[in-house]
C-alpha cells in the first residue's frame, strides 16, 4: 500500500510539471521580452481575436438558446426508455468529430455556397448543442420539482418561469455560457480546414514554426485568461451543485413539464440527424469496394482501438491511484490546487500541451523511438487524466464509505479482490468506455505528437480533408461513428445495471 501511496505522489508531480513550466515559461515572457508582449498589439493578432470572439459568442449563445429547448424536451418525455435514448442520442451526437460533421455538411450545396465564418458556426452548433441540452438536463434536475409543480397549476407558465424557473437557472448559465465559449475558441481544425483564421489556429501556427517557448506561452494568455474566469464562476454556482452520476439517476427524476409535444419532436429530429448522417456518409461509399476499403484501413482502424483502449485503460489505473492519495492524504489546499490544473489542463488549446511535453522530452535529452510513442501515449494520459478524476470523483460523492471492514485484520489485496473490485468494476467499465471515445476522438494531441508512420482513424480524417478524399473520409467516419453507437450503447446498459 506504501508503494501505491508513493506511486500516485509521483504521478501527481508529473501531472503538474507541464503547468509548471508553462507558468515559468509565461513570467519569463512577461518580464523579460518586450517583444513577446508587442505580439498582442500587432493588427493581425487583433483580428484573429475578433474572429474568435465573435464566433465563440455567436455559437455559445445560439447552442444555449437550442439547448435550452433540448433540455426542456426530455422532461416533457414520459418513459424511461425514451429518456434513455435520448441522452444517449445527444452523448453521440455530441462526441462526434466536428471534423465528420464537416465532411457530411459538405455534401450539401447550401452549406459549400456559405463563407468559411458561417460554416463554421453551423458545424461548432451542431456540435455543441447536444452538450448544452446535457447540461440543461442536469441543470433542470436541480430544480424545486415540487415548487415548480405548484406553481404550474395554479399560475400562467411565463410566471413560473419569470419567478420559479429563471431564478434558479442564473447562477448556472454564465458557466455554461462560458465552457461553450472557451471549447471554440480552443478548437482550430475545422476554422483551419474552412480557412477562417482564428486566435487558436494562429497560435498552432506558432508552434509548428517552434518558435521560443516564451513567446508561445505568452501568447496563449487570452486562453489562461478564459480558464480563470471559468474557474471564477464555478465557485460562484458550485454551492448549487449536487452532482448525478449515471443516466440512470436522471431518468428517474420525477420533474415534469406539460408540452409532450416538445420531447417526442426533438427525439425525432435527433434520430433522423443521426440516420441521416449515416445515410449520407454511406452514399459517399456507394460506389467503393468496401473489402477493399476495409483491408487499406484495417490496420488504421486496429490501432486506433487498441490504442484508445489502452491509453483509457492506463489512464483509469492512474487516476484511481491519484483519487486515493487526494482522498486519503491531501490537504483542502491540494484539493482545490488539482482541481484548478483539471481546468487548465481540459481547456488551454491541447496543442500547447503537447508542445510542453516536446520541450520536456527535448531537456531530458534521451531520443528514440520508443520514447517518440512514450511521450505521444503520455499527451493522451495527460488529455483524458481530467475526465477519469471527474467521474471518479462523482462515484466517490455519491457512495457511502464503508469503514466496518476497517475493524478486521484484512489485508487490502484481498479488500480489493473480494468486495471493492465485485462491487466497483461496472463502474469502472462504464468510466473506460466513456474515457475510450473520449480517446478516439482526440485529435489535437495527435497534431503535434504523433510518431511517424502511426496514424489513427480521426487524423487520418484530419489529413485526408485536405485532400478532398470524400469517398475515403466517408469510410473511415462511417466506421469511427459505428464504434461510437457501440460505445454508447455499452454505456447505457451498464448504467441501467449500476447501482449506488
Not at 200 to 214: G, R, V
Request: aromatic letters at 18%; hydrophobic letters at 60%; a neutral charge.
Amino acid at each position: 500500500m506504501i508503494f501505491f501511496k508513493y506511486f500516485g505522489y509521483v504521478w501527481l508531480l508529473i501531472f503538474a510539471l507541464p503547468l509548471f513550466l508553462l507558468g515559468a515559461y509565461t513570467l519569463l515572457g512577461l518580464f523579460i521580452s518586450f517583444e513577446s508582449i508587442q505580439y498582442f498589439m500587432r493588427p493581425s493578432f487583433i483580428n484573429v481575436m475578433l474572429h474568435s470572439i465573435t464566433l465563440s459568442a455567436l455559437v455559445a449563445l445560439l447552442s444555449l438558446f437550442l439547448g435550452l429547448g433540448v433540455g426542456l424536451g426530455f422532461y416533457t418525455l414520459k418513459t424511461k426508455l425514451f429518456k434513455l435514448l435520448y441522452i444517449l442520442l445527444l452523448m453521440i451526437s455530441f462526441v462526434l468529430q466536428p471534423i465528420i460533421l464537416l465532411s457530411t455538411f459538405q455534401g450539401i450545396d447550401l452549406f459549400l455556397h456559405r463563407d468559411a465564418f458561417l460554416q463554421s458556426l453551423c458545424i461548432f452548433v451542431m456540435h455543441l448543442t447536444p452538450l448544452s441540452g446535457l447540461a440543461f438536463i442536469y441543470i433542470f434536475s436541480t430544480l424545486n420539482s415540487l415548487s415548480l409543480q405548484s406553481a404550474l397549476a395554479i399560475a400562467p407558465l411565463k410566471y413560473s418561469i419569470q419567478y420559479i424557473i429563471f431564478p434558479q437557472l442564473k447562477p448556472y448559465i454564465g458557466s455554461v455560457f462560458m465552457l461553450l465559449f472557451i471549447l471554440v475558441f480552443i478548437d482550430q481544425a475545422v476554422p483551419s480546414i474552412l480557412g477562417y483564421r482564428t486566435y487558436t489556429e494562429d497560435l498552432l501556427a506558432q508552434m509548428t514554426l517552434m518558435e521560443n517557448m516564451k513567446h508561445i506561452a505568452l501568447a496563449a494568455l487570452p486562453s489562461y485568461f478564459l480558464v480563470g474566469i471559468l474557474i471564477f464562476l464555478w465557485s460562484r454556482v458550485k454551492k448549487h451543485l449536487h452532482l448525478q452520476t449515471y443516466i440512470a439517476t436522471i431518468t428517474n427524476t420525477k420533474l415534469q413539464f406539460p408540452w409532450y409535444w416538445l420531447g417526442a419532436s426533438m427525439l425525432l429530429f435527433g434520430v433522423l440527424y443521426l440516420v441521416w448522417i449515416i445515410i449520407s456518409l454511406s452514399m459517399e461509399t456507394f460506389t467503393i469496394a468496401y473489402d477493399s476499403y476495409l483491408e487499406e484501413n484495417l490496420d488504421v482502424i486496429g490501432t486506433s482501438i487498441g490504442f484508445s483502449f489502452s491509453t483509457a485503460f492506463v489512464t483509469l489505473g492512474i487516476a484511481l491511484m491519484m483519487q486515493h492519495i487526494l482522498e486519503k492524504y491531501a490537504s483542502r489546499f491540494l484539493h482545490i490546487s488539482i482541481f484548478i490544473m483539471l481546468l487548465f489542463y481540459l481547456f488551454i488549446p491541447h496543442a500547447l500541451l503537447s508542445l510542453l511535453l516536446l520541450d520536456i522530452y527535448q531537456w531530458l535529452g534521451y531520443f528514440s523511438v520508443f520514447m517518440d510513442y512514450v511521450v505521444f501515449f503520455m499527451g493522451y494520459i495527460f488529455i483524458l487524466l481530467p475526465t477519469a478524476l471527474f467521474l471518479l470523483t462523482m462515484l466517490h460523492i455519491l457512495e457511502k464509505e464503508d469503514v466496518f471492514l476497517d475493524f478486521f485484520p484484512i489485508s487490502v489485496f484481498h479488500k480489493w479482490r473480494k468486495i471493492v473490485f465485485p462491487q466497483m468494476y461496472l463502474k469502472w467499465l462504464l468510466i473506460l468506455f466513456i474515457l475510450m471515445v473520449f480517446s478516439l476522438n482526440e485529435l489535437s494531441v495527435s497534431i503535434l505528437l504523433i510518431p511517424p508512420g502511426f496514424e489513427t482513424m480521426i487524423v487520418k480524417i484530419y489529413n485526408l480533408l485536405h485532400y478532398g478524399d470524400k469517398p475515403s473520409i466517408a469510410f473511415l467516419s462511417l466506421v469511427q461513428l459505428c464504434f461510437m453507437i457501440c460505445f454508447f450503447t455499452l454505456i447505457g446498459w451498464i448504467s441501467q445495471r449500476v447501482s449506488l
